[in-house]
C-alpha cells in the first residue's frame, strides 16, 4: 500500500464512491449533494469580466482580495452583529473544504480534544486526524437528531481544544436550537475551548432561524466561522470559502492556509465580491425553491415506502427504510434497482451502527428530475 498511515484507513469518499456508481447505472444522482443547474449568473459574468479584463491571472494576495475581504465584511458585518475588519478578521479559502482543514491544523495541536457531533461531515475526523488531534464523538440520534447535552457535557475536559459545529446540519438537516448552542457556548467559555463553525448550509432554512453560535455571548473572541459560495451560489465546483473570527483565531486559519494552497484564483474570488451583493430577495427565492423541493421529495418518498425526516435546514433530508439494516447494501441496490443514487449515512459515524436503517437524500434537483426520481423508487423499492 503506498496511501500513508493517517489517510490509509478513510478510504475513498462515499461521495466519489456514490457518484461514481450514478454514472455507471446511469442512475438520477441524489447522493452528492450539487444542483443539477447553473450556478447565479451575475456571479459567473464578474468572474468572466476578471478573466477578460486581464491583469488577474498572477497570484493574489495570501489571504484574498482586499476587495472580496472587504465584500465579506459588509455582508456579515451586521449578521454577526459587529464591524468586521477585513484585514485581520477574514480569510478566503479554497472552499470550506480547506477552510476546515487549515483552522485544525493551524488552530490543533496534536493530543488535544476535538468534540465532533455524528453524523459528521466526512472531512471532519479526517482533518482532525491530520492535524494529529484526538476526536470526541457526540450522536445526534434519530428520530429528533437533538444533541443530547448530557452527551455533550461528558465529551469536554481539560484536553478539549475545540468544538467543531456545522449548523444547519449535513446530513440531518436540523438546525440547532438555542438551548443547544448556548449549551455549546457555555462549555467554551467555561473550559477556554474554541468553536470551529460550519455554516456552507447558512442561507437554506425553512420556518426557523439559523442562528450564529459566534453571537453568543462571550463567543465572538472563541469562534471561527466558516462558509463558502458553493451551496447558497449553485457553484459548488468554485471552491470559494471564507473564515471569520477574531485575530487570534485567524492567524491560525491562515497559518496553514498559507502553506495548503496559498490563495484561491482571482478570477472565482472577482465572482465572489459579486455573490456578497446578492439583494435578500435572491436568499428568499432560493429558500422559496428549496422548501418547496423538500415538500416535494417528503411527500414522494412516502409514497414510496419511506419514512422521512422533515429537514429544517440543508439540501439533505434523511428518511428511514425498513430494509435499509445495511444501508450500504440497500444503497448500492437502489442504484441498480431503482437507478437513484443515494448516501448510506453510517459513514458519517464513528459508531456505524447509529446510522443504520436510514438513507440520505439530496434534493437540489429540479423538479422534474426530482418527480423522475420518486416513481423510479416507487416502481422498485
Ligand atoms: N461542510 C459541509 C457540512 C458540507 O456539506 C460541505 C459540502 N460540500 C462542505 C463543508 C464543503 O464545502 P466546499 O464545497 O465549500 O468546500
Ligand atoms: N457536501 C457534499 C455532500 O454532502 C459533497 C461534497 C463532496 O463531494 N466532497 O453531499
Known amino acids: 500500500m503506498s496511501v500513508a498511515s493517517r489517510l490509509a484507513s478513510f478510504g475513498v469518499t462515499i461521495f466519489t464512491e456514490m457518484t461514481q456508481l450514478a454514472i455507471e447505472h446511469d442512475a ?28 488577474n ?38 472552499g470550506c473544504t480547506e477552510g476546515l482543514a487549515a483552522s485544525l491544523l493551524g488552530l490543533v495541536d496534536p493530543g488535544e480534544e476535538v468534540v465532533v457531533f455524528e453524523p459528521f461531515y466526512d472531512a471532519y475526523p479526517v482533518d482532525i486526524a491530520l492535524a494529529g488531534a484526538v476526536s470526541k464523538h457526540v450522536a445526534m440520534r434519530p428520530p429528533d437528531f437533538e444533541i443530547d447535552l448530557d452527551e455533550l457535557r461528558a465529551s469536554v475536559g481539560p484536553k478539549t481544544r475545540a468544538i467543531l459545529v456545522n449548523n444547519p446540519h449535513n446530513p440531518t438537516g436540523r438546525v440547532l436550537s438555542t438551548e443547544e448552542l448556548q449549551a455549546i457556548a457555555d462549555l467554551c467559555l467555561e473550559y477556554d475551548v474554541i468553536a470551529i463553525c460550519d455554516e456552507v448550509y447558512e442561507e437554506m432554512t425553512y420556518d426557523t432561524v439559523h442562528q450564529r453560535l459566534a453571537t453568543f455571548e462571550g463567543m465572538w473572541d472563541r469562534t471561527l466561522t466558516l462558509s463558502s459560495l458553493g451551496k447558497t451560489f449553485s457553484l459548488t465546483g468554485w471552491k470559494l470559502g471564507w ?25 472565482v474570488q472577482h465572482g465572489a465580491v459579486a455573490a456578497m451583493t446578492a439583494p435578500d430577495t435572491f436568499y428568499e427565492e432560493m429558500r422559496d425553491d428549496y422548501r418547496h423541493k423538500r415538500d416535494l421529495l417528503v411527500y414522494g418518498l412516502k409514497s414510496a415506502g419511506f419514512e422521512p425526516r422533515i429537514p429544517q435546514g440543508t439540501y439533505f433530508l434523511m428518511a428511514s427504510h425498513p430494509d435499509a439494516q445495511d444501508d450500504r447494501r440497500f444503497c448500492r441496490d437502489l442504484v441498480t434497482r431503482a437507478r437513484v443514487a443515494t448516501i448510506p449515512p453510517s459513514v458519517f459515524y464513528h459508531r456505524p451502527e447509529l446510522g443504520k436503517g436510514m438513507v440520505r437524500f439530496a434534493f437540489c434537483k429540479d423538479e422534474d428530475l426530482l418527480n423522475e426520481a420518486i416513481e423510479r423508487l416507487r416502481r422498485s423499492v
Do not use: M
Open 28 to 55: 438520477i444522482n441524489l447522493g452528492q449533494g450539487f444542483p443539477n443547474w447553473n450556478g447565479a449568473d451575475f456571479v459567473k459574468e464578474a468572474a468572466i469580466r476578471s478573466v477578460s479584463e486581464g491583469g
Open 243 to 267: 473564515g471569520i473570527g477574531p485575530q487570534s483565531l485567524t492567524a491560525g486559519l491562515r497559518s496553514a492556509h498559507q502553506f495548503l494552497t496559498f490563495t484561491t484564483p482571482t478570477p
Open 57 to 94: 491571472d498572477q497570484y493574489p494576495p495570501s489571504p484574498g482580495i482586499p476587495g472580496l475581504r472587504q465584500a465579506i465584511a459588509r455582508r456579515y458585518g451586521p449578521l454577526l452583529g459587529r464591524e468586521l475588519d477585513p484585514d485581520t478578521e477574514i480569510t478566503v479559502t479554497c
